[in-house]
């Protein structure tokens, strides 16, 4: 039985000690998957000082542990008309340096293709830069520079731990300060450092802290020099993996993988729109598509509201019930199941009666074996009489392995005097 970790939200499997306080306090206690986690869920009981400010966006009074922010969330942050601005004018700087330039149809063409940030130029697979969110950047460290230089940390931070609000803009300084409470360390690789000097290990930091699983914690430099050393690993052994099963958390979702979502559809929206020009179905309208728009048909949420709650009520197909095959005018729904090979049913007693027999179905026990009781008995011949008579299981299995079988005493003892060549008279 997997518990759910108060704090970072991953799944994991429970001490003893944690599944006894699960049966005694029920739903309200809470639960930690490591004392990283437990530590830093528990910090909101501390007091710590809150700098008041307006919001350039909503233009509401927040309060954030960090001075000088702009914003109360990354909604407002992101919705603002100069971050909006601001966007575009690097969307378009960025598209006009990704060019690309094809080899020619072979079997494996590559397209040279420049770093967004570095502007290094490589060539790479058509493939990879082709397809949906292709490789534009030479690694992960350019990556992490160019959302940097684009996005800042003016919005506030409603944590109350020292997480990094920025986790682009934080992995790329020259050194990495500790965010443990308490501790004044700053260097260059911080997963070494919380390991060595706080006896916690980077991946239950990462998750404490908000990072992608896979994120290094360290400086830039630092991040250059391994990637660019040989790979000495062994393939894992099946020791090695079974612990790597026991140990795996499941559902953790990071607030870094949250936050580079947010970037990334900030980005897409930033960027000219290519879509043409369409007309509401609802008010009859003419918009303009967002740039992933291409398939849209109504210009807010309002307009499709309506006219699918128009619609779906005044809307009806004839379709054949697949409990009693009677012919019934469904809804739009209904008919979307029928296209896809689903049953539909023209009652809810037609639906409740179907899968109370898929359900009967599911769980029905296979046949069984057959048993072989003191009533069983089977047709057998005698070794000695050449009569036949019914035996029981084992004369059966006697018989199948060439041994004879007898139908009564007498000619039990008949045959086996025979076979010591004594008299069958006597």
């Known amino acids: 039985m997997y518990l759910s970790c108060s704090h970072c939200g991953c799944e994991f499997l429970p001490s003893r000690n944690q599944q006894q306080r699960r049966r005694s306090l029920g739903e309200a206690a809470k639960f930690y998957c490591s004392p990283i ?69 072979q079997v494996m063409p590559r397209v040279e293709v420049t770093c967004l940030n570095c502007g290094v130029k490589q060539m790479r697979k058509y493939s990879d830069v082709n397809k949906r969110g292709g490789r534009k950047y030479c690694n992960s460290r350019c990556y992490r520079e160019y959302m940097a230089k684009r996005f800042d940390r003016w919005f506030a931070a409603p944590q109350t731990i020292a997480l990094p609000q920025g986790y682009d803009e934080f992995l790329t300084q020259d050194e990495l300060p500790c965010l443990i409470e308490g501790c004044t360390w700053v260097g260059q690789n911080l997963g070494n450092h919380v390991n060595f000097s706080h006896g916690i290990s980077a991946k239950e930091f990462k998750r404490a802290a908000g990072f992608n699983v896979g994120s290094g914690l360290c400086t830039p430099a630092v991040s250059e020099i391994l990637s660019s050393r040989p790979h000495l690993g062994n393939p894992p052994s099946a020791a090695g993996l079974a612990n790597l099963v026991l140990r795996a958390v499941r559902n953790y979702r ?173």
């Not at 407002?76 to 149809?105: D, P």
């Open 37 to 105: 986690c437990q530590r830093a869920g528990q910090v909101h009981t501390r007091q710590r000082v809150r700098y008041p400010g307006i919001c350039a966006t909503c233009c509401k009074t927040f309060e954030s542990v960090y001075p000088g922010r702009k914003y109360c969330t990354m909604r407002c942050y992101l919705s603002n008309a100069e971050t909006q601005a601001r966007l575009r004018k690097n969307a378009v700087e960025a598209n006009a340096a990704s060019v690309l330039k094809s080899t020619g149809r």
């Open 254 to 426: 990071s607030l870094e993988g949250q936050e580079h979502s947010h970037k990334a559809y900030a980005l897409i929206n930033a960027s000219p729109s290519t879509a043409p020009t369409k007309t509401c179905r609802a008010c009859g309208k003419d918009f303009q598509p967002v740039p992933m728009g291409h398939g849209a048909k109504f210009c807010t949420f309002e307009c499709r509201d309506q006219w699918y709650a128009k619609n779906n009520q005044a809307y009806r197909a004839w379709l054949t019930c697949g409990k009693c095959g009677k012919n019934f005018q469904g809804k739009r729904n209904q008919e979307l199941r029928s296209e896809c090979g689903l049953p539909v049913f023209c009652s809810h007693r037609c639906r409740t009666t179907w899968l109370w027999q898929q359900d009967a179905m599911r769980h029905r026990r296979p046949s069984r074996a057959p048993t072989y009781g003191p009533a069983y008995r089977v047709s057998l011949t005698c070794s000695n009489c050449r009569n036949d008579f019914q035996g029981r299981r084992a004369q059966e299995l006697r018989s199948q392995r060439g041994l004879p079988v007898f139908c009564s005493r007498q000619c039990h003892f008949r045959g086996l005097n025979l076979r010591q060549g004594g008299d069958s008279n006597g």
